[in-house]
């Protein structure tokens, strides 16, 4: 399994403050926004990953994840030119899905608590066609919108609709087969002149092969295109890692946890970071790991 992080755009709901840097660049708290998506990624073990964005922001996206080595990642870049739509993605990311299979997220998604993880990784598992995540919403005609039946199997898709019949928006994450690249490719312009991934989720579902995975309660979802979402979203992980006293997506600890470096590597960061509160976060988290692995050691020995 592949990922794809779709962080182009113009940032227009942001502007001022997208004039210069991509939203995706944004802080969240204490980390740029784009390491939410990516943490999501890495906790369902998905490890290569391409990162879309716009020939002008890619060299910054770079020097932030490089190629993703130090993390124990294959990352790499690709640009869009300008914004055509969601579905863009799967063609220009046509030659980096190959012959697998791929997930897709919005590089302005946040997804709070390890319930999107679990989900994501049950479907990468389970998926035969193409998977989204749904959230329910109060102003369900502001999405694309997954109508569901009484076994909560999806029935209908409509992007943005005047009368919405469902109030279950889907989220910024996506499963694919590799039968992506070729749906996407005859997908038409719409009205507005994007390929819309609504069109190619309806032909999934025409073929009986979609299936919609409703986002348990333990999982915030914000998508922060707005001011207010920007902050919302900023005040969540201040609350979130004051309560659990953990750092959330802290990107080498995920890397860690999940076997993709070792401690090594983490300490290396954190010498990197040290005049920093993230910094500080991972040599206590070195410090911890070491005591742990003292401790279970004094246990064998005894």
């Known amino acids: 399994m592949k990922g794809i992080i779709l962080a182009g755009g113009s ?3 942001l502007h001022p403050l997208t004039c210069a840097v991509n939203k995706q660049l944004l802080p969240v708290y204490d980390k740029p926004l784009i390491y939410y998506p ?3 990624l890495m906790l369902a073990g998905i490890r290569e990953i391409l990162v879309i964005s716009s020939p002008r922001c890619l ?21 869009q ?21 791929c997930t897709l997220v919005l590089g302005d998604n946040i997804f709070l608590g390890a319930g999107a993880a679990r989900q994501l990784k049950r479907a990468i598992t389970s998926n035969a066609g ?20 009484r076994r909560g199997r999806a029935t209908s ?62 999982v915030t979802w ?24 953990r750092k959330v997506a802290c990107l080498e600890e995920i890397a860690f946890r999940q076997g993709f470096i070792d401690l090594a590597a983490v300490e290396g960061r954190a010498a990197a970071l040290a ?14 790991a070491r005591e742990d692995a003292q401790t279970s050691g004094g246990r064998a020995a005894a």
Do not use: M
């Open 11 to 13: 940032g227009q709901r």
């Open 38 to 40: 990516l943490s999501v």
């Open 59 to 79: 060299p910054q996206f770079q020097a932030l994840l490089g190629d993703g080595a130090p993390l124990g990642l294959g990352i790499s870049y690709a640009g």
């Open 81 to 101: 030119e300008r914004p055509r739509g969601l579905a863009e993605a799967f063609l220009i990311g046509r030659d980096f899905i190959g012959k697998g299979a």
């Open 130 to 149: 193409a998977t989204v995540f749904a959230r329910e919403v109060s102003d369900p005609e502001n999405y694309g919108i997954v109508e569901l039946d």
């Open 157 to 218: 898709l409509v992007e943005k609709p005047a009368h919405p019949r469902s109030n279950w928006a889907v989220t910024g994450l996506y499963v694919y087969d590799n039968r992506v690249t070729e749906i996407a490719a005859g997908v038409r312009p719409s009205a507005r002149g994007e390929l819309e991934i609504t069109d190619v989720n309806r032909v999934y579902l025409e073929r009986g092969c979609l299936d919609a995975v409703r986002l348990g309660q333990d």
């Open 222 to 245: 914000l998508d922060a295109g707005t001011p207010e979402r920007l902050l919302d979203a900023g005040l969540l992980v201040q609350e979130a890692e004051r309560r659990e006293d």
């Open 275 to 288: 005049d920093s509160a993230y910094g500080q976060y991972l040599t206590r988290l070195v410090a911890e």
